[in-house]
Nanobody, 124 residues
Framework: QVQLVESGGGLVQAGGSLRLSCAASGRTSENYIMGWFRQDPGKEREFVAAIRWSGRSAYYAESLKGRFTISRDNARNTVYLQMDSLKPEDTALYYC?????????????????WGQGTQVTVSS
């Protein structure tokens, strides 16, 4: 079992920045990939970014490249999502997820463990 706890969400004005954190505990693995997804009420949960627990590979939703940056601190078992130049359309509940690397980092089905989410609200 893996437990994931997100933090760092909040209310920010358009153009501002936030950094989300995801603290992992339990049976983590070097073969994991860690992902961030987001969901607005009434919409499907969408892929934001992912990073391998080992190695340097990181992946992003095409529309978010250049504004969002995913990183990890293995010593702290924590994954971060730095979000810059935020827009009102970035408003959503952001989820952290973990799963064994299988090449489908963009798919919700690739992840076995999920956090409870942290709310990000961007005002115009």
């Amino acid at each position: 079992q893996v437990q994931l706890v997100e933090s760092g969400g909040g209310l920010v004005q358009a153009g501002g920045s936030l950094r989300l954190s995801c603290a992992a505990s339990g049976r983590t693995s070097e073969n994991y990939i860690m992902g961030w997804f987001r969901q607005d009420p009434g919409k499907e949960r969408e892929f934001v970014a992912a990073i391998r627990w080992s190695g340097r590979s990181a992946y992003y939703a095409e529309s978010l490249k250049g504004r969002f940056t995913i990183s990890r601190d293995n010593a702290r078992n924590t994954v971060y999502l730095q979000m810059d130049s935020l827009k009102p359309e970035d408003t959503a509940l952001y989820y952290c997820a973990a799963g064994y690397e299988n090449g489908r980092y963009y798919s919700r089905m690739a992840y076995d463990y999920w956090g409870q989410g942290t709310q990000v609200t961007v005002s115009s």
